[in-house]
């Protein structure tokens, strides 16, 4: 079956500090990858996505490659800000699994001032 | 685009009390998904639509959740009779179509459920 495993935070930095999150899948089919942002007491938002190999996604300064051959999505952003401050969950979905989002656990990251 | 609108987005209730959440997709969207997320557990997907059918409710706990889709533009996850252990943030995502499995899902801002 699907599943993602990300880095386990939290993870705390100094504002403009280098961001990395780890993320690994497996997936039965060819799956598209994603990063979804949780600001505090909101809903889940897209931050990137890739759907094929050596695609990268990027928005906000924040950055995915997608890496077939190490079956990885980390995300990275170079310089944090303190509004960068929430959860951060990895997922993917493929027709093996209907196309369904499997979700990581999530990392809760907080920047500080 | 008002985005994913869901009611109430608090509910405090006590143990037996039926519970209604209410979620109204994007327009033009034709799939929906009902999430719950909790400490322990994370996110799990409980049940989604496709075209208003359930097509997979294989998420959904117990007999004592329910979920239907009367419209595109309408759905409820009902709780009957509620426990402790249901309380949760209970979200609402749409997508515009799940083949491809490229597509976005869109979140709601969430309904958190408290049972006494």
């Known amino acids: 079956g699907n599943s993602v495993t990300q880095m386990e935070g939290p993870v705390t930095l100094s504002e403009e500090a280098f961001l990395t999150i780890n993320c690994t899948y497996t997936a039965t089919g060819y799956p598209s990858l994603f990063w979804y942002v949780q600001y505090p007491g909101e809903g889940l938002q897209l931050l990137l996505k890739a759907t094929k190999a050596d695609d990268k996604g990027s928005n906000k300064g924040f950055e995915a490659t997608y890496r077939k051959e190490t079956t990885s999505f980390h995300l990275e952003k170079g310089s944090v800000q303190v509004s960068d401050s929430a959860v951060y969950f990895c997922?993917?979905?493929?027709?093996?699994?209907?196309?369904?989002?499997?979700f990581g656990a999530g990392t809760t990251v907080t920047v500080r001032a | 685009d008002a985005g994913v609108i869901q009611s109430p987005r608090h509910e405090v209730t006590e143990m037996g009390q039926e519970v209604t959440l209410r979620c109204k997709p994007i327009?033009?969207?034709?799939?929906l998904f009902w999430y719950r997320q909790t400490m322990m557990r994370g996110l799990e997907l409980l049940i989604y639509f496709n075209n208003n059918v359930p097509i997979d409710d294989s998420g959904m706990p117990e007999d004592r959740f329910s979920a239907k889709m009367p419209n595109a533009s309408f759905s409820t996850l009902k709780i009957q009779p509620s426990e402790p252990r249901d309380s949760a943030v209970y979200f609402c995502?749409?997508?515009?179509?799940?083949?491809?499995?490229?597509?976005?899902?869109?979140f709601g801002p969430g309904t958190r459920l408290l049972v006494l």
């Open positions: 997922a993917l979905s493929d027709r093996g699994n209907d196309y369904k989002l499997s």
């Open positions: 995502a749409s997508s515009s179509d799940l083949s491809g499995g490229q597509e976005t899902q869109y």
């Open positions: 327009s033009g969207h034709n799939s």
